[in-house]
């Protein structure tokens, strides 16, 4: 498998190095990670980032908090349709998208991929579904996948992954290829882990936010983050737990997982420039 690493979005909420700890003037810098990954048989894609509709009419598909607290930049470039094409391909090449989570900014572009087959945690769509509250009924946006054609859910179980616990078998797609449930920041959100020639890659979604909230010896998270953190989670305890365990696979399993998150821009960096 060969996997390109892709900025599907840019967020630039008003706090500079009060989100995203590098930079210097008053906005930050926060993308939206996702993963195009080429099998022998086909394209599959984690999380979508924002989507061409999302660019064209942002205020019919997303929540005007959202939009301005996040100060998201509109912009076709970051969509993951375009950069699909700038690797060479079509978005009818696209046959798979495994969702970390229904957020609007990482399922803003699956109605630009007419073909693929949607995977998520079935606890996921029930929540986005129901979309009770203030948070829930802005972050979960109907409009962004209600056309999509062909659905495919799943419960958590299955043998483990380091001593979480794993849905393997996913319908149609390569055993190398695993959700990892990671509940807390919603209550369906999983991580994508990908075993690679070189040792296995988790793709962690939103269950972590800021780089060094997985060095094990400090962690630490950046004002801005832990705010948007807790303003966002459906289960505190559940999230800071995962988060946890996640510092102890990385230490424990260095050499065998790499991880990362949706938003920093730091960590993606370093695995375009790999």
């Not at 979005?9 to 906005?27: H, K, N």
């Not at 080429?38 to 660019?55: C, H």
């Not at 495919?152 to 990892?180: H, M, N, S, T």
Request: glycine share 8%.
């Amino acid at each position: 498998m060969r996997i390109h690493h892709l900025n599907c979005g840019c967020m630039c909420p008003v706090g500079g190095a009060l989100f995203d700890g590098f930079s210097r003037g008053l906005t930050a810098h926060l993308v939206c990670h996702c993963l195009l990954i080429e099998t022998n048989q086909e394209l599959v894609l984690i999380d979508t980032g924002f989507g061409l509709r999302d660019v064209q009419t942002p205020y019919s598909r997303l929540s005007p908090f959202f939009v301005h607290f996040n100060n998201i930049q509109f912009e076709r470039k970051y969509t993951a349709v375009e950069q699909i094409k700038q690797l060479g391909f079509s978005p009818q090449d696209i046959r798979h998208i495994i969702l970390t989570h229904l957020d609007f900014d990482h399922a803003g572009g699956l109605e630009d991929f007419p073909e693929a087959t949607v995977h998520v945690m079935q606890s996921e769509m029930a929540a986005a579904r129901a979309r009770r509250g203030f948070i829930a009924s802005r972050r979960y946006r109907p409009h962004q996948w209600d056309e999509v054609k062909q659905w495919q859910y799943y419960g958590a179980g299955g043998e483990p992954w380091f001593g979480f616990e794993a849905v393997r078998d996913l319908d149609k797609l390569p055993p190398e290829i695993l959700l990892i449930p990671l509940v807390g920041h919603t209550p369906g959100h999983a991580g994508v882990a990908i075993n690679t020639a070189e040792g296995w890659l988790l793709h962690a979604g939103d269950a972590y936010f800021y780089r060094q909230e997985m060095d094990p010896a400090n962690p630490r998270c950046t004002p801005g983050l832990r705010a948007y953190q807790w303003m966002m989670d459906v289960d505190r305890p559940a999230r800071l737990l995962n988060q946890q365990r996640l510092r102890r696979l990385s230490l424990d399993h260095r050499n065998d997982v790499q991880l990362f998150c949706s938003h920093d821009a730091v960590e993606l960096e370093a695995f375009v420039d790999h």
